[in-house]
């Protein structure tokens, strides 16, 4: 399997059960793996835990959670970690029996923004009517005072 290939099925399936930090890792793995002359998604990696963390943007702990987590699930094969380094070779097989990111996810996240936006607008609105009703009562007390006020000069006057 190619690099471009790997990329693709990374990019479709892993979206429905990992965050966003193990995509990015998996990406880099498999960017890891392509060499010019022999393009092979199947060969060991050779890396730094550090190189890792930054490409998934996590610190220690969540790496290795994250390594734990791809080692149990089958994708990573021959993993040996220590505290600076990371050897392991890649196996995409089983990303292939998730389903892909497609219609469906996009519906529920579509559901979900439109959810969320209508209840920002009935904030929005709340708040719009409440300050609405505050400016109303200032002004009506505003005209009581002034109403006062021409009273106590008629008072006054006469």
């Known amino acids: 399997m190619t690099r471009s290939e790997a ?5 479709t399936h892993t979206q429905t059960k990992y965050s966003n930090s193990v995509v ?3 990406l880099k793995l498999v960017d890891l793996t392509y060499r010019r002359d022999q393009d092979d998604v199947g060969r060991e990696i050779e890396t730094t ?3 890792l963390m930054r490409a998934a943007g996590v610190k220690h702990r969540q790496i290795c959670n994250i390594l734990k987590q791809l080692v149990n699930d089958g994708i990573l094969i021959d993993v040996q970690h220590t505290a600076r380094k990371v050897s392991c070779r890649l196996d995409v ?3 292939l029996l998730l389903e892909p990111f497609g219609d469906k996810q996009k519906a529920e996240k579509k559901k979900q923004d ?3 936006s209508q209840k920002a607008r009935e904030q929005r609105a709340a708040q719009r009517a409440h300050l609405q009703k505050l400016i109303e009562r200032d002004r009506e007390e505003q005209r009581l005072a ?6 106590l000069i008629a008072e006054a006057t006469s």
């Open 146 to 151: 002034s109403l006062n006020l021409f009273k």
């Open 114 to 116: 439109a959810e969320r």
């Open 93 to 95: 097989e089983p990303l």
């Open 24 to 26: 990015l890792l998996l």
């Open 7 to 11: 990329r693709k099925i990374i990019k």
């Open 49 to 51: 835990t550090t190189n």
